[in-house]
C-alpha cells in the first residue's frame, strides 16, 4: 500500500500568545508522508518540530493556537474535527511518544495496569486477561527481556532504554496507522539508543508502521528514514530523500549542518566549518528567509521577502533564493549542484 | 559507592586527552577528583611532577590557578546573580591578579576573546542563549591563564550549528596559549575531531586507552567496539556497511558493580575468567592499552 500519502499537512502556522507577544512556532509548514514511510524532522532546539507535531495531534493547548492550515489524515481533515473524534483518533490511529518518557508514564501504577488501560480504552470490549496477554505480546515484540514477569513491575525499576520501549509498545498497542516519534533516542546512551534504533528499523519491516521520527541528529535520520524534512526558524528549509539530503544538499543551511559535525569517523577530520550566529528569536522572526541573518550567500531580497520553494526533482525541494532563476549563479550551487560539500562558503 | 575506582592515566602537556562512557560511568567525577573538587579516596594525583592528593586547601591555591574548568551545563555552571564582569573576574580577584583598571581591561580582553561584547559585561546570564553562557564560561577558564582545562562536556547542552563554533574555539586557544585540556563527552565523533588520545569508561574504569586515530582504526576492547558501532554515523551509504553490534541488557549499577570485569554482564565475549578476575590495563604496544582478558 506504499506510495499514497497517510497524511499531508498544508501550510499550517501555529503560535503562542505569550503577554511579550507572539511566539511564531511554526509558520506556513507542508509536507506529506505516504504509507509505510519513515519520515525524518530533523532541526535545532527550537525550531518547531514539537510543534508541528503536536498541531498534527491535535494537542495545541492556550496561550496556542493553529492559525492556518490543513491536516489531512487517511482523506479527512483533522482541522475540522471535535476535541471528542480527535481524541478517539489520538491513540487509535495516530499515536505519539513524547520527548520526555518520565513525563508519559506514571510513577504510581505498574507498567501492566497503563497498557492494559491503554488497550482497553481502544477496545472496551476486551476482557482484562486478554488485555493483559497482549501487553506483554506488545512487551515481546519491543524485546523486553521475561515480559511477564517485567510487566509487573513500576516504571523507576525501569531503565531509560527499557522504559523507552514500554512507550513504543504502547503506543503500537493500539495498531496506530501513524506513529510519531519526538526524539524517541535523545536522552539515552548510544549503546541504548542503537538499540532502539534496530528495533524501530525491525517494527517498520514487520508491521510497515508510517513513522514520523523527530530529532536533532543527522545521524538518527541516517539510520532510519526515507524521507527527509529540515526545519529551521519555524519553517521548511529543505525537504527529500535520503540521497538528496545527505549527497545533494541544495540549501546553506542544510550544508552548514553538515559541515558543523565530524562527519567520517574514518578519517582524519578538518576544521569543522561552524555556522555563525545564533538561531532566531521567533517573536520577531526575521522579515524574509529565516536564515538570511545567518547564511554566507545572503542577497538583499533574501532579508525582505520569504524565499521561494523550488523544485528540484519529483523528491526534493528547497526553499531558497539561491535556486531562483534570477539569481547569481554561485560557484558551488551552479544550477543547484553542489560540487563540494565541504567547501567553504565563499561568500564569507 | 566508588564512582571512579582504581584508575591510572596521565595527560602530556599541550595534547587533548578525551574522556568518553555512558552516562553515570563517572567521566565528571574523575574530572572533578583531579582538580580536587571531590576528595580522592585512594590513588595520587601528580600536576607537573607535584603531588596535589593530600595537599591543604591552603597550599593548593597556587596550583588551582593552573588547573581551570568548563562544565557541563552552562545552564546551573554560571551564578544567576552575578553578572559576566564578576563571573570572568571572580578568578582573577582570588588570584589576586590584576587590580580595578586592569583587571576590568582584561575581561573585556576575554570577552573579545571568545566571541562576546564589550556591553555584555553587566549583564546577567540569564540574558544568554546556551552558547553565549558557554562562552562565558570559557571566559571564565581562561581569566587566570591556566595550564590545564577539565572541558566536561562543554557542548553536549548546545545546538549543533553552534557546537562547532565552540570546538573550533577551543582549538585554536590551545595553539594560540599552549593549553592541556581533559575533554570530556559522550558524543564520539566530537571526541574523535578534538582528542589527541582517548579514554574508554566504562562503570569507573578505564576499558581501552589509545591514541585517538588508532582506537578508531583499531578498537580492541569489546565495550570500545560496541560503542564505536553504535555512533550514529550522518552518512547512509556508510551507515549501511558499518556492521553494528548491538550490546545486550543495560549498563549495570555503580554501587554494586560486577565482580571480575565490570563489562562482563553484556560482553558478547564473555568467558569464566571474566566474572572472576578483574582484568588489568594492560599495554598492547605503541601506547595502546586494553583491559580485557579476551584480546
Ligand atoms: N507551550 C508553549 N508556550 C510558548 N512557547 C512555546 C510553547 N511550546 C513551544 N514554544 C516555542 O515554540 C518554538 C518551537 O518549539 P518546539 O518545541 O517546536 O521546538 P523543537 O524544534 O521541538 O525544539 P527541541 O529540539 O528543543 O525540542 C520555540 O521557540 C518554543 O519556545
Ligand atoms: N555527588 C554525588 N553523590 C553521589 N553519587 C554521585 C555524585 N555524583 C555522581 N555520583 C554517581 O557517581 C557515578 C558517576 O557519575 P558521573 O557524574 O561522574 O558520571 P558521568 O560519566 O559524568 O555521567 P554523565 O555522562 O551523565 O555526565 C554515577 O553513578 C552517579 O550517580
Ligand atoms: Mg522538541
Ligand atoms: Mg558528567
Not at chain 1, 9 to 15: E, G, H, L, Q
Not at chain 1, 78 to 90: A, F, G, N, P
Not at chain 1, 316 to 339: F, Q, R, T
Not at chain 2, 202 to 207: D, T
Amino acid at each position: 500500500m506504499s506510495g499514497e500519502p497517510l497524511l499531508e499537512v498544508k501550510n499550517i502556522s501555529t503560535s503562542f500568545f505569550s503577554h511579550l507577544g507572539e511566539i511564531q512556532a511554526v509558520r506556513g509548514v507542508s509536507f506529506y508522508l505516504n504509507r509505510g514511510d519513515v519520515l525524518g524532522i530533523v532541526g535545532e532546539s527550537g525550531s518547531g518540530k514539537s510543534v508541528t507535531a503536536l498541531s498534527i495531534m491535535g494537542l495545541i493547548e492556550k496561550p496556542g493556537k493553529i492559525k492556518q492550515g490543513e491536516i489531512i489524515f487517511n482523506g479527512e481533515d483533522l482541522m475540522k474535527k471535535s476535541q471528542r473524534e480527535m481524541c478517539e483518533l489520538r491513540g487509535n490511529e495516530i499515536s505519539m511518544i513524547f520527548q520526555d518518557p518520565m513525563t508519559s508514564l506514571n510513577p504510581v501504577y505498574r507498567i501492566e495496569n497503563q497498557m492494559v488501560e491503554v488497550i482497553r480504552y481502544h477496545n472496551r470490549n476486551l476482557s482484562r486477561k486478554k488485555a493483559v496477554a497482549q501487553a506483554v505480546e506488545m512487551l515481546r515484540l519491543v524485546k523486553i527481556p521475561e515480559p511477564e514477569k517485567q510487566i509487573k513491575s513500576y516504571p523507576h525499576e525501569f531503565s531509560g532504554g527499557m522504559r523507552q520501549r514500554v512507550m513504543i509498545a504502547t503506543a503500537l498497542s493500539s495498531n496506530p496507522g501513524l506513529l510519531i516519534a519526538d526524539e524517541p533516542t535523545t536522552a539515552l546512551d548510544v549503546t541504548i539508543q542503537a538499540q532502539i534504533l534496530d528495533l524501530m528499523n525491525d517494527l517498520r519491516a514487520r508491521i510497515n508502521a508510517s513513522i514520523i521520527l523527530i530529532t536533532h541528529d543527522l545521524g538518527v535520520i541516517a539510520e532510519v528514514c526515507s524521507r527527509i524534512i529540515v526545519m529551521y526558524g519555524g519553517t521548511i528549509m529543505e525537504a527529500g530523500n535520503e540521497r538528496d539530503i545527505f549527497y545533494n544538499p541544495q540549501n546553506p543551511y542544510t550544508v552548514g549542518l553538515h559541515q558543523s559535525i565530524p562527519s567520517n569517523l574514518a578519517i582524519s577530520e578538518k576544521r569543522l566549518v561552524p555556522i555563525r550566529g545564533t538561531p532566531p528569536n521567533l517573536m520577531y522572526p526575521p522579515k524574509g528567509c529565516p536564515f538570511s541573518p545567518r547564511c554566507s550567500y545572503t542577497m538583499r531580497i533574501c532579508l525582505e521577502e520569504a524565499a521561494p520553494t523550488i523544485r528540484l526533482s519529483d523528491t526534493h525541494i528547497s526553499v531558497c533564493w539561491l535556486l531562483h532563476e534570477n539569481a547569481p549563479k554561485i560557484n558551488g550551487y551552479s544550477k543547484g549542484k553542489i560540487v563540494d560539500r565541504y567547501k567553504t562558503p565563499s561568500g564569507s | 559507592m566508588k564512582a571512579v575506582d582504581d584508575v591510572s592515566f596521565h595527560i602530556d602537556r599541550g595534547e587533548t586527552f578525551g574522556l568518553v562512557g555512558e552516562s553515570g560511568c563517572g567521566k565528571s567525577t574523575m574530572g572533578r577528583t583531579i582538580i580536587r573538587l571531590y576528595n580522592v579516596t585512594g590513588g595520587e594525583i601528580f600536576l607537573d611532577g607535584t603531588n596535589l592528593t593530600a595537599m591543604s586547601e591552603k597550599n593548593l591555591l597556587p596550583f588551582r590557578k593552573r588547573m581551570q574548568m568548563i562544565f557541563q551545563d552552562p545552564y546551573a555552571s554560571l551564578n544567576p546573580r552575578m553578572t559576566v564582569t564578576d563571573i570572568v573576574g571572580e578568578g582573577i580577584l582570588v588570584h589576586n591578579i590584576f587590580k580595578d583598571r586592569e583587571r576590568q581591561e582584561r575581561i573585556f580582553e576575554l570577552l573579545d576573546y571568545v566571541g562576546l561584547k564589550r556591553e555584555h559585561a553587566n549583564r546577567y546570564p540569564h540574558e544568554f542563549s546556551g552558547g553565549q553562557r558557554q562562552r562565558i564560561g570559557i571566559a571564565r577558564a581562561l581569566a587566570v591563564e591556566p595550564e590545564l582545562i577539565i572541558c566536561d562536556e562543554p557542548i553536549s547542552a548546545l545546538d549543533v550549528s553552534i557546537q562547532a563554533q565552540i570546538v573550533n574555539m577551543l582549538e585554536d586557544f590551545q595553539d594560540e596559549m599552549k593549553l592541556t585540556y581533559l575533554f570530556i563527552a559522550h558524543d564520539l565523533s566530537m571526541v574523535k575531531h578534538i582528542s589527541d588520545r582517548i579514554g574508554v569508561m566504562y562503570l569507573g574504569m578505564f576499558a581501552e586507552v589509545a591514541e585517538s586515530y588508532e582506537l578508531y582504526a583499531h578498537p580492541q576492547h569489546p565495550y570500545t567496539r560496541a560503542l564505536l558501532s553504535a555512533i550514529p554515523i550522518p552518512d547512509p551509504d556508510l551507515t549501511r556497511k558499518n556492521k553494528r553490534t548491538i550490546l545486550r541488557g543495560d549498563v549495570p549499577s555503580p554501587i554494586d558493580p560486577p565482580d571480575g570485569c565490570r563489562f562482563a554482564t553484556r560482553c558478547p565475549l564473555v568467558s569464566d575468567l571474566c566474572t572472576k578476575a578483574t582484568p588489568e590495563l594492560i599495554d598492547k604496544g605503541a601506547g595502546h592499552f586494553v583491559a580485557c582478558h579476551n584480546v
